[in-house]
């Protein structure tokens, strides 16, 4: 109750523009909870022993294997594998790639939201700062009791000024962690793609066709 009160307390002192700090905070408390939450469950899909499985098939000209495996699995690269299986007898690699992109997109969802909320927080501040300070030198003039005033001024400009910049400090950190996760997952997820392709071609030469293996799949639909 008394952690509380102080945090009331802190919030009304700060004026008016704590609201919409406290707005960018909640609003990036969300982003930051459901971006976690998207990484752990991305993260728990992920089956290395079935994906090494699968690069084994493929380069073998075992597809049949390759195949289920992405069937029965949540693993976004056996997926992707999969998606270009499907796709072989017209471009494997371009279906690949558009599948990935898709995943792509889903791992960067909502970071400019966060991105935003790391340049505004501080404005927000420093707008309570310039609100504050101008309130302060209004009352100058206005008595023997101004210096209070003029306190509870300076009191809210400082308050705003560290809001906004704590948030901003807040959400840096994790934005950047974020940022790199999506770098790493862009980078495995090309690899993946590359590697397959140069699986496919060494089954082939092999005498395995995967173009032939994806037509008799579609025809048997």
Same mark, same amino acid.
């Given at each position: 109750?008394?952690?509380?009160?102080?945090?009331?307390?802190?919030? &009304?002192?700060? $004026?008016? %523009?704590?609201?919409?700090?406290?707005?960018?905070?909640?609003?990036?408390?969300? *982003?930051?909870?459901? +971006?976690?939450?998207?990484?752990?469950?991305?993260?728990?899909? @992920? +089956?290395?022993?079935?994906?090494?499985?699968? +690069?084994?098939?493929?380069?073998?000209?075992?597809? /049949?294997?390759?195949?289920?495996?992405?069937?029965?699995?949540?693993?976004?690269?056996? &997926?992707? !594998?999969?998606?270009? %299986?499907? #796709?072989? &007898?017209?471009?494997? !690699?371009?279906?690949?790639? !558009?599948?990935?992109?898709?995943?792509?997109?889903?791992?960067?969802?909502?970071?400019? *939201?966060? $991105?935003?909320?790391?340049? @505004?927080?501080?404005?927000? $501040? !420093?707008?309570?700062?310039?609100? /504050?300070?101008? /309130?302060?030198?209004?009352?100058?003039?206005?008595?023997?009791?101004?210096?209070?005033? *003029?306190?509870?001024?300076?009191?809210?400009?400082?308050?705003?000024?560290?809001?906004?910049?704590?948030?901003? %400090? /807040?959400?840096?950190?994790?934005?950047?962690?974020?940022?790199?996760?999506?770098?790493?997952? +862009?980078?495995?997820?090309?690899?993946?793609?590359? #590697?397959?392709? @140069?699986?496919?071609?060494?089954?082939?030469?092999?005498?395995?066709?995967?173009? *032939?293996?994806?037509?008799?799949? &579609?025809?048997?639909?």
């Amino acid at each position: 109750m008394l952690s509380a009160n102080i945090v009331l307390k802190t919030f &009304h002192e700060g $004026g008016w %523009i704590m609201w919409p700090v406290a707005a960018t905070f909640f609003l990036a408390l969300c *982003v930051l909870l459901e +971006r976690s939450i998207w990484w752990i469950s991305l993260k728990r899909s @992920l +089956r290395p022993d079935a994906q090494e499985k699968a +690069r084994e098939a493929l380069g073998t000209g075992d597809f /049949g294997t390759a195949w289920k495996l992405g069937q029965d699995l949540a693993d976004p690269f056996l &997926h992707n !594998l999969n998606e270009g %299986i499907s #796709h072989a &007898h017209t471009s494997m !690699l371009a279906a690949m790639h !558009l599948h990935a992109t898709k995943w792509i997109e889903r791992s960067e969802a909502r970071m400019w *939201v966060l $991105g935003t909320i790391i340049t @505004l927080a501080p404005l927000l $501040g !420093l707008l309570g700062t310039v609100v /504050g300070l101008m /309130g302060s030198f209004a009352t100058l003039d206005q008595g023997l009791d101004s210096s209070q005033k *003029v306190t509870d001024g300076i009191a809210e400009a400082l308050i705003a000024t560290a809001c906004g910049l704590a948030i901003a %400090i /807040g959400c840096l950190l994790p934005y950047n962690f974020f940022r790199k996760r999506v770098s790493v997952f +862009r980078s495995s997820l090309e690899s993946w793609i590359n #590697h397959a392709e @140069l699986l496919v071609q060494s089954a082939k030469a092999q005498g395995h066709d995967l173009e *032939v293996f994806a037509t008799e799949r &579609h025809a048997k639909r």
